[in-house]
Every structure is written in structure tokens, then in C-alpha cells.
């Protein structure tokens, strides 16, 4: 049985239908990535998953128990940690307070420890710990959101582009937190991500979305042999064709 499972998810912003009849399942234990240009629905997935926006239609189940229309804190209590688009840390918190705030649901005596678990894989977040959350870098604040997220002790987590804006040795660190955090504290992973190339080097299955829709699904490996996905995902082009614009080729899932 799937750990998370969507079934003809429908979701609008108004009139806007943003999500149209997506289906997709993701395995315990598992790196799932959710890939798309601006635009295709993959942040309304997300926040259709943590309940922070309610589908007009389809099945969302986590662990065999229908969630969807949940409140977020209720969906938070299954074990299902959201880190946003934009980290959204709390900036006038300090870096401890943010980090005990993902274990606001949590009664039970392992919070400290956790908490020295999370110092452990973001050292730099220990030196910092004093430090109001607004003062971070944007690296440093992707990790405090991750860091806070890990907090829940979640079975799931949903990571909105965690490579935006960092520079290409700090998204190489957070792909290597994720997988960290996906081997060593068994944390399934739907992370949605721009940098395809960063992201399929990680996961274990991938999804495609444009226009709201799964257009495209297969394992990491053979979505980084896909010519569409190496032509309008990874920047590659065949030898010897000059001259062609992205926009003018023609994408076999059409």
C-alpha cells in the first residue's frame, strides 16, 4: 500500500482550475520528485496534500486514511511536514524558537533530543541558534525550515523548491541533506523542484506536470534518458541541430 496516494485530484483558485485529475502514489520510504515549470499545479499539489487548500474533487489517503478538506494542524499530527515555497520561517523568532515551533504538536520527551539531532545534520544552525531567523541567509533559512519541519518527527515531507535562489554548492548540500534524512531517519520525501537535474539525481521516481496535469511519470533513471526531459529539462540538445527554440519544438506527451 502506497504511504500517500491522489486519485483525480481537482483543485481551483476560484474559477482557475490549477490541479486536473491528478493521480499519483509514493511508497514509504521513498524520494519522490514532482517536476514543472511555473505554473503546472505543483505547489497546489502540495498544499492540496497539507490542507492548506481543499481539492473541489478526488481522493487524497495517507496511510489508508482519507485526508482531504482536513485542517493543516490535523494533517500535521498524521506526520505530514509542509516546508513551502519561500521557507517561511518565522523572522523575528530565533533559530531555536523556529525550530521547537515544528514540535508544537508533539507532548512527548524526545523534543531536546530531536533538536540536537537536527544541530547535528545543519552545524551551522547551532552557532546561530541565539540568532532572530530575518538575520539568515537564504541558505541558512532553507535549512532552518527543513531543520523546523524534521521537528514533527514527520513520516512525510514536502519540500517546495528548496534549491530556489541558493548557489550551486548550497544546492548540492541540501540534496545531500535530503537524501541523509530520507536513509538515516526513514523520512519519505515529495520534493517538488525547478533544478530537474539536482532533483532526479535524487529521487527514486518522478512525475511531470504541465497545465495541472501528469503529463509524464517513470523511475529517475530512465526520466534522465527521456529526450523531452533532456531537451526542456536538463538543457540538452541532440548533436548537430542548431538553431531550434524550446518553444517551437514539439513535446512527445502532447
Request: charged share 25%; glycine share 10%.
Amino acid at each position: 500500500m502506497a504511504l500517500l496516494e491522489l486519485r483525480n485530484v481537482e483543485t481551483n483558485y476560484g474559477p482557475i482550475q490549477a490541479v486536473r485529475g491528478v493521480s499519483m502514489q509514493i511508497e514509504a520510504g521513498r524520494i519522490v520528485t514532482l517536476l514543472g515549470g511555473n505554473g503546472a499545479g505543483k505547489t497546489t499539489v502540495l498544499k492540496t496534500i497539507s490542507g492548506a487548500m481543499d481539492p473541489s474533487r478526488g481522493v487524497v489517503t495517507f496511510a489508508g486514511e482519507s485526508i482531504e478538506g482536513r485542517d493543516p494542524d490535523r494533517i500535521a499530527r498524521l506526520g505530514i511536514a509542509h516546508v513551502p515555497e519561500g521557507r517561511e520561517v518565522f523572522p523575528f523568532l530565533t533559530v531555536e524558537e523556529n525550530l521547537r515551533m515544528g514540535a508544537f504538536s508533539r507532548r512527548d520527551r524526545g523534543i531536546d533530543a530531536d533538536l540536537a539531532m537536527v544541530y547535528g545534520y545543519f552545524p551551522v544552525l547551532t552557532e546561530l541558534a541565539r540568532r532572530q531567523a530575518a538575520y539568515l541567509s537564504g541558505g541558512q533559512q532553507q535549512m532552518l525550515a527543513i531543520g523546523r519541519a524534521l521537528m514533527l518527527r514527520p513520516r512525510l515531507m514536502l519540500l517546495d523548491e528548496p534549491s530556489l535562489g541558493l548557489s550551486p554548492r548550497l544546492v548540492q548540500e541540501i540534496g545531500t541533506i535530503v537524501t541523509r534524512l530520507n536513509s538515516e531517519q526513514g523520512v519519505t520525501v515529495l520534493l517538488v523542484e525547478q533544478n530537474a537535474r539536482m532533483a532526479l539525481a535524487i529521487a527514486d521516481y518522478g512525475y511531470v506536470m504541465e497545465n495541472g496535469r501528469i503529463v509524464m511519470e517513470d523511475t529517475c533513471a530512465r526520466l534522465m534518458q527521456a529526450t523531452d526531459i533532456q531537451a526542456f529539462y536538463l538543457g540538452q540538445k541532440e548533436a548537430g541541430v542548431r538553431g531550434v527554440r524550446r518553444w517551437k519544438q514539439r513535446k512527445t506527451w502532447r
